[in-house]
Each structure stands twice: as structure tokens, then as C-alpha cells.
């Protein structure tokens, strides 16, 4: 499946800046030598060191994420989400699981400027977790269902994994999908850890992926901007399968 949406590929992999503060930050983006074009900031990073991280990454040059994954009561949110618009991030995440009010509070609050991502299922999280939560629907069904609120709350785009990336475009094709959980297909970087639901980059990208996000396997990398340049070329060659 070809993603509707056309990214140049140096775009379309997000560079996920998992470190724990500015001095970490600062060497990281060195030894990143440049090359990404879009970097997220994170809980982490962002609640040690605030706007001091998103200024270090924009004198980059580079785009940003902000993955706060918001979660709270309409209001709550809707205020949060017009404060953070100030940073001028191109993505800012809720989870869907906040409801449809929340949902459309948050795309009303941004008014496209940040572009509001919803979060559906972590990939942390497995069919047996969903059932300690009560849930019944499988995986895939509630990102389709978390897919069809979040549409109708004039969400534009959301996070999903790969193995969800058919159900999700069910529901909608103009819908931008961010795709995170993505291992090396070499073996050089560390393995994705607490991530359950994985791929590789060129999984996601036939499957369907605008983005992927990318963390450990670049920051845990010898060399990240030779691995960032590889995943680079891994998005290219699927693109031009699918």
C-alpha cells in the first residue's frame, strides 16, 4: 500500500531525541552530523529540560514533534495544546483514548498549527494487555475504532504501528500516519526493548507509513548519522516498490 501523502524520504524518518538532558541533546545532534530533517522530543526530554531543548533543536534547521501524548479533561487539553502552540512544532500527540471532546477540543485549539497526532494503541502493548484493561477488541479493531472518533473530531493524523497500518486507512486515507516501534534490519543497533509491536523500516513504509520514528536503533548506533543515512536509503528503496 502506497501512503497518500508524498515526503521526500530524509523527511519521512523521524529521529526520536531520547536523552535525558541538554548536555546528552547537544552531543547527540553532533554526532547527527546534520542529516535528519525531523527530530521528536519526548516526555523525557521535554520535562527535564522544556523550551531549552526545542530551541537547541531548532538551530538545527530541523522540524519538530512533540510527543507529550496529552490526556486529560477537555479543557485541560485545549489549554495545554494552545500553549504548547507557541513552540511551533509541526506534530503535538494526544491519546485517542481521551474521547471524541477531547479529541476535537485539541484539533480546535491548534487550528492545523501544531498538526494534532492521536495516539491509538502503544506498541508496548499487546491483545493480552488490552483485555486487563477490559478491553474485548482486538488490537487492530480498536485502532480502527480509536481511528473512526479521532477522524470525526477532525483529527488529521495518528500514531499507530505497522501491523495496524491497514486498519487505520480503512477508516481514512487522508489521515497522516506516524509509525514509531521500528527495528534495524541489520543487527548493529540495540533491539527495541519494551516495544512489542515492531517492524522494519521498509515494512512500514510498503505498508503504508508517511513517518516513522525512529529512537535506539539511531541513538544506540556506533555511528547514528550512518545509521540515520541507512534508514534513509531503506525508505527510498520501499518507496520506489510500493
Do not use: W
Not at 96 to 116: D, F, N, V, W
Not at 175 to 193: D, F, K, Y
Not at 220 to 238: H, K, N, Q, S
Request: charge should be neutral; include cysteine.
Amino acid at each position: 500500500m502506497t501512503a497518500p501523502h508524498k515526503i521526500p524520504a530524509r523527511e519521512r524518518v523521524i529521529v526520536a531525541l531520547d536523552v535525558p538532558d541538554l548536555a546528552s541533546l547537544d552531543a547527540f545532534l553532533g554526532r547527527l552530523e546534520g542529516q535528519p530533517a525531523f527530530y521528536k522530543i519526548g516526555l523525557e526530554l521535554f520535562v527535564a529540560e522544556g523550551e531549552r531543548a526545542v530551541e537547541l533543536v531548532k538551530k538545527r534547521g530541523g522540524r519538530l514533534f512533540l510527543d507529550l501524548k496529552l490526556h486529560d479533561i477537555p479543557e485541560t487539553v485545549a489549554r495545554t495544546v494552545t500553549a504548547a502552540a507557541r513552540i511551533d512544532a509541526d506534530f503535538l500527540t494526544v491519546h485517542t483514548s481521551g474521547g471524541y471532546e477531547m479529541l476535537r477540543r485539541a484539533a480546535e485549539a491548534a487550528a492545523g498549527r501544531p498538526k494534532i497526532l492521536g495516539v491509538t494503541v502503544l506498541t508496548s502493548l499487546l491483545e493480552e494487555d488490552l483485555r486487563a484493561e477490559g478491553i474485548e477488541l482486538s488490537v487492530a479493531e480498536t485502532v480502527r475504532a480509536r481511528a473512526r472518533v479521532a477522524a470525526r473530531a477532525g483529527i488529521p493524523g495518528l500514531v499507530c504501528s505497522s501491523h495496524e497500518i491497514d486498519a487505520a486507512r480503512e477508516v481514512s486515507r487522508d489521515l497522516l500516519l506516524i509509525v514509531p516501534g521500528i527495528r534495524p534490519s541489520s543487527g548493529e543497533a540495540a533491539t527495541n526493548g519494551d516495544q512489542k509491536r515492531v517492524s522494519t523500516a521498509a515494512q512500514a513504509i510498503t505498508h503504508g507509513a508517511d513517518h516513522i520514528v525512529v529512537g535506539r536503533p539511531i541513538r544506540d548506533a556506533a555511528d547514528p548519522a550512518r545509521a540515520f543515512a541507512a534508514l534513509v536509503a531503506e525508505v527510498e528503496a520501499a518507496t520506489a516498490r510500493a
